[in-house]
């Protein structure tokens, strides 16, 4: 990256950097670059390529409705119920 490029991200993204921080972020993406180059150099000829690095497994189920708990069990924590529902006090007047 240039100053010109560094410039042109400036304004684009209305930033006020110091010299001393264009300085930094120049020199962050000089050594990102350099690094970028020893990994273009690896020979890839003979990689097969992949999508995932772990295998992906899909676990299906069989999708069967049930009911684990009753009303009765649900409500036997509640402070108090009437016909079935949870009485609760009042939020808003």
């Known amino acids: 990256m240039d100053r010109e490029t560094l410039r042109k991200l400036e304004m684009l993204n209305q930033l006020s950097l110091t010299e001393a921080q264009k300085d930094e972020v120049i020199?962050?993406?000089a050594k990102r670059?350099?690094?970028?180059?020893i990994i273009n150099k690896i020979d890839t000829e003979n990689t097969e390529r992949m999508v995932h690095v772990m295998p992906v497994l899909t676990v299906v189920r069989e999708d069967v409705a049930s009911q684990p708990f009753s009303r009765d069990d649900l409500q036997k924590g509640a402070p108090e119920t009437d016909e079935g529902y949870w009485c609760v006090p009042k939020v808003m007047e």
């Open 27 to 29: 020199d962050f993406f």
């Open 33 to 37: 670059d350099s690094e970028l180059d």
